[in-house]
């Protein structure tokens, strides 16, 4: 096995870790945060595992869908009604959630998360504008 391989190797096997870790964290916080309203489907929450509530949810996309849910959205209060949350541990709670609901999102990378933050002041801007 030459350098450049074994290099690979330990890459791949430190994203696998990596994505476990997340997938294991945003299950965590679903456990924490979410279960109580998206496990019955309280004020018409989409409930965990349902494909066709979740699809026109999971259709406005990753960074849309986790900045207007982070900020507030429809009954949804800001962060889940849990204010310490932070954008990273959000944004993993929902990945886990659409993932097991029809969707095929990833672990934001700092990218995504900066797109997040964004749309999140764009979201907060409109929202201040219309009280």
Known sequence: MTLNTKTLLLAIFSLSISAAAN???G???YKQACV???????LNAPKFGDKAKWAPLIAEGQ???????YV???SMPPKGGNPNLTVEAFSDALVYMVNNSGGKWTSPDAKTVAAINKEIE???AGLNKKQ
């Open 27 to 29: 299950e965590n916080t």
């Open 36 to 42: 109580s309203c998206h496990g019955a489907g309280v």
């Open 122 to 124: 764009t979201r907060k």
């Open 63 to 69: 960074v849309t869908l986790t900045a207007h849910a």
């Open 23 to 25: 997938a294991q964290s």
């Open 72 to 74: 507030g959205v429809r």
